[in-house]
């Protein structure tokens, strides 16, 4: 009896469940965290979204489209719901991230090659899940990420399209 199938287990578990409880667990943290107001950084997009600006946003032409709907909202719900969305990209950037460090290749040396028997060379031990733990865990409680998590920015939301993209090309290598 070979221990095959229990590898492939533990590595459909690293790439497959793993990111959603990264995701899981972020959600937890930044949640509890959550700025119910406008940070300073935050105010032109606020204006932006509730009317108050009168210039169009030619800078950032895909955040405007997928914040457009704020518009429609209350004014009391504008801060928090914004503040919410950036949380929701932090997240599902966060869940990306540990799916494409899941994803990339660990055959470098000649007897890795030699030891590994899966064709896209990813990683089988049973320690695998460390990687995109550890990943998202510098990534997420780095302040920096966290101050824009819990706040609007379009910085999240352009390191969401940078974590898609990236995310794509190792999917398109399996």
Do not use: K
Request: charged share 10%; proline share 6%.
């Amino acid at each position: 009896m070979t221990n095959q199938p229990e590898f492939g287990r533990e590595r459909n578990f690293v790439s497959a469940a793993l990111p959603w409880l990264v995701a899981l667990f972020a959600f937890a943290i930044y949640i509890q965290t959550l700025n119910h107001w406008v940070a300073l950084n935050g105010l032109p997009l606020i204006a932006h979204a509730t009317g108050q600006a009168s210039t169009a946003d030619i800078y950032f032409p895909c955040f405007s489209l997928v914040t457009y709907p704020l518009q429609w909202l209350p004014l009391r719900w504008i801060p928090i719901v914004s503040n919410l969305f950036s949380t929701m990209c932090a997240v599902l950037t966060l869940m990306l991230l540990a799916r494409s460090v899941s994803l990339l290749p660990h055959d470098r040396t000649h007897s890795q090659r030699q030891r590994e028997n899966d064709e896209f060379s990813l990683l089988s031990i049973r320690l695998a899940w460390i990687p995109p733990v550890l990943a998202a865990c510098v990534c997420g409680l780095q302040l920096s990420f966290w101050e824009n998590a819990t706040s609007i920015s379009v910085d999240m939301f352009d390191l969401l399209l940078l974590a898609y993209a990236i995310r794509c090309f190792l999917e398109f290598r399996i």
